[in-house]
């Protein structure tokens, strides 16, 4: 009987509950994450070197991986900005098919033209993150299909399956690699093309469960509680028009209109505190984007020659840890809150990076792998828990897209600015930097938002539960009944 409770405990403990009573869409959401950052996770471990074998310098794999997110940067504005229109599941489908040609064209082509426009114009993760159309349109769903009370838990297994899949690839990229160069008849080139069909198969999966998902994904008109809201939906009404008229100038080219319409579906209010946190978040990716995992693991092989699936085994160990500590992001964030759990979580994974170039043994650059990764991404739900907290509900899915393209287009600097580094041997000076400039991002995070009021925008029967969790307090009391030792 104390069994099931502490099971029962660390059930709701852990957000389970919250997962199972948002229901399938979410699972399905969760699943294809989980699949498509296994496919990105394998194309982080090979990518640098992949061109590397094909003999193209560094300056040119730098620029190959800024041109791709800056291709991001264009695919996720639109797809954004038209998703709530459009349908998201369309749109969600139609990134799962340009992910399953870009694979293709991985596989089948060796020309650096050609794999960069398949890059740019599809779906490649040049860094081994969650960049392009999905994420931006996943965290809207499912911070609609969820509560104040259980958002923070979904989106923490939202980040933390996510891991997992990172973990799993990399450690089968790795493997299949190293065991398929020594087939008779196969060179690493080979390999390196093999390992490409398998992501575009895994496009395949993600395709599949984003056609499972059920009409609750799409914007709800029951959403429409303010003037504002019912503004948004009827701004292709005769009325909306006329008060367009007074609100900006109608005589502006087409391409700029599409761009005005996903501004005006902020407020103003939401726009003071979300300028804010845009300046830090495009600090903090303009130094994810020096030192992605991709040009890491480069780095590395560079520097102590190290077999691919030792490689490979490094990098799964160290998102496997990351898969472990994001579990913890949840109850953290309702012991210390959004921004605490945001800041000290991150703040460490900063300093390792900071100090990554330093050691001179692979022990201890594997230590501080391990802790700039185990540690990096326990922020990444608390951080769009916080963004849902501060915007209205009709707001996020605008909101979360503009964030995702600052964020991939500061991203995008980073890596011609290493590659460059690299080129003249000072590859070490780009992990200096971007250690710098993510603990600037940390210090700034604390010093502006750490005393702002959240869910203000909220319902207020979703929002007073939030006061005090019964869902807590119920489980103390079993655990203060169990018999003592």
């Not at 800056?70 to 599941?89: E, H, N």
């Not at 509560?147 to 973990?167: E, F």
């Amino acid at each position: 009987m104390a069994v099931l409770v502490h099971l029962k405990w660390l059930y709701r403990e852990l957000g389970l509950h919250s997962l199972y009573d948002t229901g399938r869409d979410a699972w399905f959401i969760i699943a294809a994450r989980c699949c498509r950052m296994m496919a990105f996770g394998t194309v982080a471990l090979i990518l640098a070197l992949f061109f590397s074998e094909l003999k193209f310098s560094d300056t040119y794999i730098g620029l190959f991986m800024t041109w791709t997110l800056l291709g991001d940067v264009l695919l996720s504005v639109v797809l954004t900005a038209i998703a709530d229109r459009v349908g998201r599941r369309r749109v969600l489908i139609g990134g799962s098919i340009m992910m399953v040609l870009s694979g293709a064209m991985f596989a089948l082509f060796e020309n650096y033209w050609i794999l960069l426009f398949a890059a740019v114009v599809g779906v490649v993760s040049a860094t081994g993150g969650d960049f392009g159309p999905f994420r931006a349109i996943e965290e809207s769903i499912l911070s609609s299909l969820t509560s104040p009370n259980t958002r923070p838990d979904v989106l923490s297994w939202y980040v933390t399956v996510a891991t997992l899949g990172q973990s799993m690839g990399t450690e089968s990229s790795g493997r299949v690699i190293h065991y398929l160069q020594h087939l008779k008849g196969w060179t690493l080139i080979d390999a390196y093309h093999a390992v490409f069909w398998v992501y575009s198969g895994v496009g395949v999966v993600n395709l599949i469960f984003m056609a499972l998902l059920s009409d609750k994904c799409e914007i709800q008109k029951t959403e429409d509680t303010t003037k504002e809201e019912a503004e948004v939906l009827l701004e292709d009404d005769e009325s909306q028009e006329m008060e367009e008229v007074g609100r900006q100038s109608l005589d502006q080219p087409p391409q700029k209109d599409q761009k005005q319409r996903l501004f005006s579906q902020i407020s103003t209010e939401t726009r003071s505190a979300m300028y804010k946190l845009w300046f830090l978040l495009i600090i903090d990716s303009l130094a994810d984007g020096m030192t992605p995992y991709s040009l890491t693991t480069y780095y590395m092989d560079q520097k102590f020659h190290m077999k691919k699936s030792t490689l490979g085994d490094v990098i799964s160990i160290s998102y496997f840890l990351s898969f472990i500590s994001t579990m913890f992001a949840s109850p953290l964030c309702r012991r210390l809150g959004l921004v605490n759990t945001m800041v000290f979580t991150h703040l460490p994974s900063s300093a390792a990076v900071l100090f990554f170039p330093f050691p001179s043994s692979l022990a201890l650059t594997v230590i501080l792998l391990m802790i700039r990764t185990g540690l990096n991404n326990m922020d990444q739900a608390p951080r769009a828990a916080f963004i849902a907290a501060v915007v209205k509900p009709e707001e996020r899915t605008a909101i979360m897209g503009i964030t995702s393209v600052l964020r991939t287009f500061a991203s995008a600097a980073g890596p011609t600015v290493t590659g460059i580094l690299a080129g003249q041997k000072r590859f070490w000076i780009a992990f200096v930097a971007a250690g710098a400039l993510r603990i600037g991002y940390d210090l700034g995070l604390f010093a502006m938002f750490v005393n702002m009021k959240l869910y203000q925008h909220e319902e207020k029967d979703s929002a007073e539960p939030r006061i005090a969790d019964p869902r807590r307090s119920s489980d103390e009391e079993e655990l203060r009944e169990l018999p003592m030792p």
